[in-house]
């Protein structure tokens, strides 16, 4: 069955700590990845996409993300966070091409930086 | 520049009661979509459209209904009202199928007492 899965329910970290956010899938044939956040009571935003070419993404605010391939995997990463990131994190997966609109996402990892 | 509208933000419904959550889309996507967000589930999709006229179900479908009759507008329906439907509801719009939902609404809030 397709699926996400996201390894940390809710991370704490300081501020200017480094990042990094787990994501690993589970989807038959060529995929679109993406990490999307979501702020305190607003909606999600993308935060980047994948689709084909440099597997090492950049993103917005400074986040960047690497699909491996080999590993079904698509992490997310920050060097150094932000009291302004404390927010929910979800990565998401879907199939390339064909009619189907179905994005699977993860179950969210909640990120909370102190001050 | 609207976006993706979504009305309305909260609402209380009693178990039995019926409803619809519109959204509305001024970017002229082809695809919409519904999700649902519960606590530490992640989103999950109900149903979605490629095009005006077309609709097909998602991951959790039971217990909704939606109708594409524009390209703007894709209202989602609850006939019979159910505890298990409280949820917060994410409409989303996109060009085309490889861009994926980039443009969420706000979101509604819905609560099945």
């Known amino acids: 069955a397709q699926s996400v899965s996201q390894h940390n329910h809710h991370v704490i970290l300081s501020e200017a700590a480094s990042l990094e956010l787990g994501c690993n899938y589970s989807?038959?044939?060529?995929?679109?990845l993406f990490w999307y956040v979501q702020y305190p009571g607003q909606h999600l935003q993308l935060l980047l996409k994948?689709?084909?070419?440099?597997?090492l993404v950049k993103g917005i605010k400074g986040f960047e993300a690497e699909f491996i391939k080999s590993k079904f995997s698509f992490n997310l990463r920050k060097p150094s966070v932000q009291w302004s990131d404390t927010a929910e994190y979800f990565c998401?997966?879907?199939?390339?091409?064909?009619?189907?609109?179905?994005?699977?996402f993860g179950k969210g990892t909640k990120l909370s930086v102190k001050p | 520049n609207a976006g993706v509208t979504q009305t309305p933000k909260f609402r209380i419904l009693k178990i039995g009661q019926s409803m619809t959550l519109q959204c509305t889309q001024d970017?002229?996507?082809?695809?919409m979509y519904w999700y649902r967000q519960d606590p530490g589930m992640g989103l999950k999709l109900i149903y979605y459209?490629?095009?005006?006229?077309?609709?097909d179900k998602g991951e959790v479908p039971n217990g909704y209904n939606v109708s594409r009759s524009t390209t703007e507008d894709f209202p989602l329906r609850l006939e019979l009202a159910a505890p298990s439907q409280t949820s917060v509801y994410f409409c989303?719009?996109?060009?085309?199928?490889?861009?994926?939902?980039?443009?969420f609404g706000d979101g509604t809030r819905l609560s099945i007492l």
């Open positions: 459209s490629v095009g005006a006229g077309i609709t």
């Open positions: 970017m002229n996507h082809n695809y």
């Open positions: 998401a997966v879907t199939g390339r091409g064909g009619s189907q609109g179905n994005l699977i």
């Open positions: 989303a719009s996109s060009y085309m199928v490889l861009d994926q939902p980039q443009h």
């Open positions: 994948y689709f084909s070419g440099d597997p």
């Open positions: 989807y038959g044939g060529t995929v679109n």
